[in-house]
Nanobody, 114 residues
Framework: QVQLVESGGGLVQPGGSLRLSCAAS????????MGWYRQAPGTQRELVAA???????NYAASAKGRFTISRDNDKNTVYLQMNNLKPEDTAVYYC????????WGQGTQVTVSS
């Protein structure tokens, strides 16, 4: 059974930082491209950042320079370091694993507010 379990969300003030983690099980993690998506109320889910199996990365324009995606294949975990958070970053953040099949986590809420 494939599981993607996100953690690290919460409430943070503008300008603050959070680190999201996504622990994967049930897949050969090193083969998968991993991504972080987010969805705010009333909007479509959008890509925030992705990291390929070999480590190349891709960021949404809104995330460049503030967010960093990384992976630890020994721990089957992908991370999203988010710095200088803004209110518009408020959303549910979802972990995504993509290879032959695509899997999603249950999401973790990030709220940026003073």
């Amino acid at each position: 059974q494939v599981q993607l379990v996100e953690s690290g969300g919460g409430l943070v003030q503008p300008g603050g930082s959070l680190r999201l983690s996504c622990a994967a099980s049930g897949i050969t993690f090193s083969r998968y491209s991993m991504g972080w998506y987010r969805q705010a109320p009333g909007t479509q889910r959008e890509l925030v950042a992705a990291i390929a199996s070999r480590g190349s990365t891709n960021y949404a324009a809104s995330a460049k320079g503030r967010f960093t995606i990384s992976r630890d294949n020994d721990k089957n975990t992908v991370y999203l370091q988010m710095n200088n958070l803004k209110p518009e970053d408020t959303a549910v953040y979802y972990c995504n694993a993509n290879y032959v099949y695509t899997y999603w986590g249950q999401g973790t809420q990030v709220t940026v507010s003073s």
